[in-house]
């Protein structure tokens, strides 16, 4: 149904939340128009969401089901839109993505507050725009505003997309009224009504740009087929509409099976489902309005800040004032940078830093709910920290180490309420990484863990529920994955073999050289402090050692895996790096041979495979697509290959375990052959 205002149709979309195209609001915006075009006091039509949504596209659920092909299905909802000959405006606020936009798009007109936000988000799930967006964008607002849309995927608000041509009008309030004043407009003029469908762009123009464009297409981007259908989609623009939508659908529907299209779907359900805690966990988690922080260096800071960002209350602890004015400045700076690139107005950052108390005085914790330790990386310090802690904390208060593979439960022992105490295991840097860990301890009571996700998603984090074991899940499966490249260094590989097979896979960086970066001494501290643990049958790599023992230790003395000129990186390892490795092959009797990219690749992907099904099996990860969440957004693990657990599913059974057989007989002790059919 439709309310009519003064002689405009106003009909107002109905599926909250956020309007999504599912079939049955497909089928009332047809129904509606078709009845406002039979009505003769109807003159023109606006469509209307609510304050959150115009419409936030397709419902994703829908795809690959029957209800994303019955009709209307949407390319009929915009041809419907398109051809009334009755004008169609439409009027924006919240969000118009996807096909929300396309949607606006087929109107005859299109108003916004200047605040609503409009995207193509399409290329986050490997896909294009699929019911006109490839071709009705660039006609509108140019083919360089439609490529970083389609590319990006990222909404620009209507504000920025003023002066474009793909809004007609954009005002800051009384959106409905001056909706129905563009379709009274259009109505009474003498011209055609202005359709997206009758411009075609030049094909010499078309050409140079795509050839141009294309060029500049990132290694990783290129992995993705997504892209290149992007440049295909807009070419289709020099031709006549029905030649251009029938490309663009074509193109659609061959991404929509990609293997790379079906990852990234798993991905974002994946992620939707990691937020989700178990039944048994379901309670109503603690008050959280203050959080205070003990450490104040690069971690510490970033966590202060993503509190800050959140609207807490913060106070930053450090042991002496030197260190308390490092890290005061450290978010002082941050804000400040902010401010001055543009990206944050003034007085949202003073706003922030007004919430920021930094103090030396512990008698300060009583005034937090949750308490994060953010200090050194090893178990005495933080045992004596919560001690501290369980002196001055307040009773009820949530109490959290930011440990990355320490064990949480021999934390909370140190206190007198192990059952208060849990583990957050932000990722560095915290002010940007959106994984976080949940540690669940033995002891840890539900309503803790509750508020630890609770807060999780407060701090716009990406929350996982793991439980305590060595390394969690992320830094588990890592040092899995990490093992076994240096497996293959003792076996044949040079580090920038190794490194580019990975990168070549769709890894953002080798683990090399992400062990550079990040300082190799973190990793040599953490195998010293295992080394009474080590069976003596145990597959045990020590070039990493050696190199320390040189003081090699990654980027920062610009010598690791890799010597570093001017603070780039040289593609190539030294002859020294080589000599500790050929003599590493040599003490365990190895015969070096070539490894090719397929095998390093293979091998890799195969210990992060093993780790996960050992750690599903133990209940440290409840759902096996945790797994994928945290590689994926913890270790640079290719979004469009889904993450090891998906990766996993789509090969052989048999060679998974025969491969995973042969790998535990070269891995020695504790390698140990996993359960696969927890996983697959």
């Not at 949407?74 to 936009?101: H, R």
């Not at 609207?311 to 602890?317: A, E, P, R, S, T």
């Not at 190799?520 to 790599?541: F, N």
């Amino acid at each position: 149904m439709f309310e009519i205002n003064s002689g405009i149709a106003v009909i107002t979309l109905n599926a909250p939340p956020v309007n999504s195209l599912g079939a049955a609001l497909r089928l009332q915006i047809v129904t509606d128009i078709e009845q406002a075009l039979a009505n003769p006091e109807v003159k023109g039509i606006i469509l209307v969401g609510n304050a959150r949504a115009f419409s936030a596209g397709a419902d994703v659920s829908e795809f690959g089901t029957p209800l994303q092909r019955q009709e209307p299905v949407l390319a009929g909802v915009l041809t419907c839109v398109q051809a009334s000959p009755k004008p169609v405006v439409a009027a924006i606020s919240g969000v118009a993505l996807g096909g929300g936009l396309e949607l606006a798009m087929a109107c005859h007109a299109r108003v916004a507050l200047d605040s609503a936000k409009l995207g193509l988000p399409e290329i986050n799930l490997g896909l294009i725009p699929g019911a006109g967006g490839t071709q009705a964008l660039p006609r509108l607002a140019g083919l360089a505003t439609a490529l970083s849309m389609i590319q990006s995927g990222t909404p620009q608000t209507a504000k920025q997309l003023a002066g474009t041509g793909l809004l007609d009008e954009v005002v800051s309030d009384g959106l409905i009224e001056a909706a129905c004043r563009r379709a009274r407009a259009l109505a009474q003029s003498d011209l055609p009504l202005p359709k997206v469908a009758d411009r075609v762009l030049d094909e010499v123009q078309v050409q140079a740009f795509v050839s141009a464009a294309r060029e500049k297409l990132t290694p990783r981007q290129r992995l993705q087929p997504a892209y290149s259908a992007i440049f295909e989609a807009l070419r289709a623009t020099a031709s006549p509409w029905p030649t251009g939508l029938s490309r663009e659908r074509e193109l659609f529907l061959q991404l929509q099976a990609s293997p790379q299209s079906r990852a990234l779907r798993h991905q974002f359900f994946a992620e939707r489902d990691a937020a989700k805690l178990p039944d048994s966990l379901q309670v109503e988690p603690r008050a959280v309005n203050s959080v205070a922080i003990i450490g104040a260096g690069t971690m510490g800071a970033g966590i202060a800040i993503c509190a800050l960002d959140a609207g807490f209350k913060v106070i930053l602890l450090e042991q002496d004032e030197a260190a308390l004015q490092r890290g005061h400045q450290r978010v002082s700076d941050h804000y400040q940078t902010r401010v001055s690139s543009g990206k944050m107005q003034a007085s949202v950052a003073a706003a922030a830093l007004a919430n920021l108390m930094p103090s030396t005085d512990w008698n300060q914790l009583a005034l937090a709910d949750v308490v994060v330790e953010a200090v050194f990386e090893d178990l005495a310090v933080k045992q004596e920290v919560f001690k501290k802690i369980d002196a001055h904390a307040r009773p009820g208060a949530v109490l959290a180490t930011n440990t990355s593979y320490l064990d949480v439960d021999l934390i909370a022992n140190s206190t007198g309420r192990a059952h208060d105490v849990l583990g957050l295991h932000f990722f560095s840097p915290a002010n940007v990484m959106k994984l976080l860990e949940v540690v669940r301890g033995t002891q840890t009571a539900a309503e803790v863990v509750a508020t630890g996700m609770e807060l999780g998603k407060k701090l716009k984090k990406l929350p996982v529920l793991t439980g305590n074991a060595f390394g969690f899940i992320g830094n588990r499966i890592y040092n899995a994955y990490r093992n076994q490249c240096e497996f293959m260094l003792e076996d044949g590989a040079w580090p920038e073999e190794v490194d580019a097979a990975l990168q070549a896979f769709g890894f953002a960086m080798g683990p090399f050289a992400v062990a550079d970066l990040s300082g190799l001494d973190i990793a040599w501290r953490m195998r010293k402090s295992q080394a009474a643990t080590r069976h003596p049958d145990e597959r045990y790599v020590a070039i990493l050692d050696h190199l320390c023992e040189q003081d090699r230790l990654g980027r920062k003395t610009s010598a690791g895996y890799y010597t570093y000129v001017d603070g780039k990186q040289v593609q190539t390892t030294d002859a020294t790096v080589r000599d500790i490795i050929a003599r590493a092959s040599a003490q365990r009797g190895i015969t070096r041979r070539t490894l090719s990219a397929g095998e390093i690749q293979r091998r890799a992907l195969l210990s992060m495979v093993k780790e996960a099904a050992l750690l599903l099996r133990a209940g440290v990860a409840s759902r096996a697509s945790d797994i994928d969440v945290v590689l994926v957004q913890g270790y640079g693990f290719p979004r469009w290959e889904g993450g090891p657990v998906f990766w996993a599913r789509q090969q052989s059974r048999l060679e998974l375990a025969q491969e995973l057989q042969s790998l535990a007989q070269a891995g020695g002790h504790g390698f140990g052959v996993a359960d696969l059919t927890v996983l697959l």
